[in-house]
Nanobody
Framework: QVQLEESGGGLVQAGGSLRLSCAAS????????MGWFRQAPGKGREFVAA????????AYGDDVRGRFTISRDNVKNLAYLQMNGLKPEDTAVYYC?????????????????WGQGTQVTVSS
């Protein structure tokens, strides 16, 4: 059974940094693209970033491109989201997601598995 567990969320001041981690189990990690999505209060879930199984390809949402970096460690079965230059509008619950195969889509309907989420709060 596939399980995803996020960690690393918290409270940070605007301009600060956080690194989220996602520990995956239950499948051959490197076979699947991984992604991060977020959901702010009163808003729908939105795409943040994705990375291919071999880390060759990455993609970012328009709001985070240039500030966030997605990466993965296929030996440790971990995915990361390094978030720099955080803004109050980045406040949301951040979800780790595993896609159906080595490719991804920006659609929130495309991941096959989701983590429980970790709260990120950015104060002004």
């Amino acid at each position: 059974q596939v399980q995803l567990e996020e960690s690393g969320g918290g409270l940070v001041q605007a301009g600060g940094s956080l690194r989220l981690s996602c520990a995956a189990s239950g499948s051959t990690f490197s076979n699947y693209a991984m992604g991060w999505f977020r959901q702010a209060p009163g808003k729908g879930r939105e795409f943040v970033a994705a990375i291919s199984g071999t880390s060759i390809s990455t993609a970012y949402g328009d709001d985070v491109r240039g500030r966030f970096t997605i990466s993965r460690d296929n030996v440790k079965n971990l995915a990361y989201l390094q978030m720099n230059g955080l803004k109050p509008e980045d406040t949301a619950v951040y979800y780790c997601a595993r896609f159906h195969d080595s490719t991804w889509s920006l659609s929130v309907n495309s991941p096959e598995y989701w983590g429980q989420g970790t709260q990120v709060t950015v104060s002004s």
